[in-house]
């Protein structure tokens, strides 16, 4: 595809953008973090039932701040088939308390303990900087494991549970690992999108 390099991504969130500017590498495409162009901004504040606008929102104030390049914006959530109208669009949000990596994933294996473990994990994807705005739509269908298990990740990716495989996201290597992830699934679509048009 022959697109403007490298995407710049609009987050304040380390562990989101690295995830994303890996998960662009998979997809054979650049993408950098907004603080190597200019300095740390504080985003305006998202809301709290679209994820498809909350993304866009972070890219275009990024995208006014540089208007040349081309700026990808994710939302994203957790949807735990137990608890169906809990996290979702304020997942972040609602577990900012578990700062510690321990405490989070612990809370979520007790939360789900004698209920279903389904989980979905989806990413919203804004492109802006292009002849018209892209969007796409990624997701990860699987469970909860009944404890973190894996080296290859943090986050969730200790708990979340390939149903394929057997194993956690943080066991498989990058090469199974980043094809399941729901923000590279979020890229692919996008990019379609983007190639039909151009």
Do not use: W
């Not at 500017?21 to 907004?34: N, R, T």
């Not at 308390?97 to 473990?117: A, F, P």
Request: aromatic share 8%.
């Amino acid at each position: 595809m022959n697109l403007k390099q490298p995407i710049v991504v609009a987050s304040n969130n380390q562990f989101k953008t690295a995830e994303l500017v890996e998960c662009f590498q998979f997809c054979g495409l650049q993408a950098i973090s907004y603080f190597e162009l200019i300095d740390k901004v504080e985003f305006p504040s998202e809301g709290t039932n679209d994820y498809q606008a909350n993304a866009l929102a972070k890219a275009e104030f990024i995208h006014e701040k540089l208007p040349n390049q081309i700026i990808v914006a994710d939302d994203s959530g957790m949807i735990l088939e137990a608890y169906p109208d809990a996290f979702g669009v304020t997942t972040a949000r609602d577990l900012r308390e578990y700062r510690d990596l321990t405490k989070l994933n612990q809370h979520i294996i007790e939360l789900v303990e004698g209920h279903s473990r389904g989980v979905t994990m989806v990413s919203h994807l804004a492109v802006v900087g292009l002849d018209e705005t892209y969007y796409g739509v990624g997701k990860f269908i699987g469970t909860i494991a009944q404890k973190p298990l894996g080296h290859n990740g943090g986050s969730f990716d200790l708990i979340l549970k390939d149903p394929v495989s057997g194993k956690t996201l943080a066991q498989l290597p990058n090469t199974q690992k980043i094809p399941l992830l729901h923000r590279t699934k979020a890229i692919k679509d996008v990019m379609m999108k983007i190639g039909e048009n151009r």
